[in-house]
């Protein structure tokens, strides 16, 4: 299993931007599908976007939809710009790689540690 990185969360006020990174620690090969996923407290794990690093067009949860974007920097990086962002945005963020275009985190292999988004206004 590959370990990636995710890295760029904090306390933000609602409203705000940031931009969360992921990194591998090799290049990421052109096969994979690169996807972000969050988790609240006490709450399943999330959805919310997702790339095939070979190109096409992006996949949104409707909850993030017009507010994010998913983008790559080839072949170390996967990045989420978030923008206008809100209180039930709060989570952890976790980026993921797999092989499978899927919504579901079942289907991912490899994983970061996370990163924690909070919120507040």
């Known amino acids: 299993q590959v370990q990636l990185e995710e890295s760029g969360g904090g306390s933000v006020q609602a409203g705000d931007s940031l931009r969360l990174s992921c990194t591998a620690p090799?290049?990421?090969?052109?096969?994979?599908?690169l996807a972000w996923f969050r988790q609240a407290p006490g709450k399943e794990r999330e959805f919310v976007a997702l790339?095939?690093?070979?190109?096409?067009?992006p996949l949104y949860a409707d909850s993030v939809k017009g507010r994010f974007t998913i983008s790559k920097d080839s072949p170390y990086a996967v990045y989420l710009e978030m923008n206008n962002v809100r209180a039930e945005d709060s989570a952890v963020y976790y980026c993921a790689r797999g092989s499978q275009y899927s919504t579901s985190p079942l289907e991912y292999v490899d994983w970061g540690r996370g990163t924690q988004v909070t919120v507040a206004s």
């Open positions: 790339l095939r690093w070979r190109g096409g067009s």
């Open positions: 090799g290049r990421i090969l052109s096969s994979s599908v």
